[in-house]
Structure formats: structure tokens, C-alpha cells
């Protein structure tokens, strides 16, 4: 099952459809996207996968934030996708560091930094962007060796926890005022990756999905 919170456009869903058309067509029901969230193209792709009679394809709507770490928990990987553009190659998507906490693998079709950070800890697969056959191909590959893709906690725990980052920033500061460092804009664009606090490891906890 994958999840993706959608909230506005360009994150280019109706790869989604395309990928349970042919999933259906190929006779599998072993998969079930649930798109999560409301948003400008959420009516859009409902109406799409009902005209396609699509009944692998679950739609929330609407869902509270503090849900979203149980809806995180329930699945088997999460996709987070933009369409195949240059502009969104510089885009770090926060939902990225939610997921890796959680140790849910994630099928990354997303390119530039925000690939590179979720498939440096084994905390995913990249896909082609807008590509369906690359999207099964994902599903496929994290279904034979879940263990593999669920790496991304202590990841972040040490290099995008608020207090690390917060620490990192005052000891900059703290050496510029003091005159022992030259201004480094490379660290401090760094420092300036989004931040979160580290949830529950669901495997410590009562997992509502078990």
C-alpha cells in the first residue's frame, strides 16, 4: 500500500492511476494505493480512478495531522512524487524526514537533494518521475526485501533532529561572532534543510496498522 499527502499541483498523481490501471489489467490485487489528503486536484484524479473503476485506489480526504503518523504506519511504503521538471529537482519535500523517522520505506520520485538524502541510509527506491512501470518496479523491489528500505530513523535521528541542527547553527554563529571561522554560505545553506521532531518508533509502540 502506498500513501501520498496531497495538497496542491505539481505533484503529478495521475501516475498513480496509470499504475493501477495496470496493475488491474494485469490481474494483481495485491496492491492498494491510498492517496491521502485533500487538495486543487483531489476531485480531479477521485473522478478519474471512479470513471476507470479503479478499485485499488482509496481517497481520505481530509485528514487530521495528528492522524498522520498512524496513516504513516499503515503502509508499506509511502511515494512521494513531483512531475519530471528542473524546477522541482531543488525541492526537499518535509514529509521525506516523517517518513524516514518511521522507518517506512519510500518510493522516492523526486529528484536532485531530496533523492540523494532518502537513498544515501537505505531509506528508499528511486523511481523515474510520471513513469508507472517505474513505479511498480518500486513496489516491487521494496515487497522482496522490506528490511532493506527501512534505514532512514537513525539517519535523521543524527543529521535533521531540531536540537542537532539547532546546535550545528549556534556553534556558527558562535564562531563568526568570535571571529574564529570565515563566513561559510555552503554550511549554512546546510543548516537551513528542514528540521523535525523524531516520532515514536512505531515498532516501540502499539502500531494501530498491526
Known amino acids: ?8 499541483h505539481g505533484h503529478g498523481l495521475e501516475v498513480v492511476l496509470r499504475a493501477a490501471q495496470k496493475l488491474k489489467d494485469a490481474g494483481r490485487a495485491d496492491v492498494v494505493f491510498r492517496i491521502v489528503g485533500d487538495g486543487a486536484e483531489r476531485n480531479r484524479l477521485q473522478s ?3 470513471s476507470l473503476r479503479l478499485d485499488n485506489i482509496e481517497f481520505t480526504g481530509l485528514v487530521a495531522k495528528s492522524r498522520m503518523p498512524e496513516m504513516i504506519a ?5 511515494l512521494v512524487h513531483l512531475k519530471k521538471a528542473e524546477l522541482f529537482e ?4 518535509s514529509k521525506i524526514f516523517e517518513i524516514m523517522a518511521m ?7 523526486v529528484r536532485g537533494q531530496a533523492q540523494r538524502i532518502v537513498l544515501a541510509p537505505g531509506a528508499g527506491i528511486a523511481m523515474t518521475p510520471e513513469d508507472e512501470d517505474s513505479l511498480i518496479a518500486g513496489i516491487d523491489a521494496i515487497d522482496s526485501n522490506r ?7 537513525r539517519y535523521v535521528s543524527e543529521h535533521f533532529d ?3 541542527l539547532a546546535r550545528q547553527m549556534l556553534d556558527e554563529l558562535t564562531a563568526l561572532v568570535d571571529g574564529s571561522t570565515a563566513f561559510d554560505s555552503e554550511t549554512l545553506s546546510t543548516l537551513r534543510l528542514p528540521s ?10 502499539e502500531r494501530i496498522a498491526a
Open 1 to 8: 500500500m502506498c500513501l501520498h499527502r496531497h495538497r496542491r
Open 48 to 50: 478519474g480512478a471512479k
Open 74 to 78: 499503515e503502509a508499506d511504503a509511502c
Open 90 to 93: 531543488t525541492v526537499i519535500p
Open 103 to 109: 522507518n517506512v520505506p519510500i518510493i522516492m520520485g
Open 147 to 153: 528490511e532493506a528500505y527501512r534505514q532512514g530513523r
Open 162 to 164: 531540531r536540537d542537532v
Open 196 to 205: 523535525i521532531e523524531i516520532p515514536a518508533d512505531p515498532r516501540e509502540t
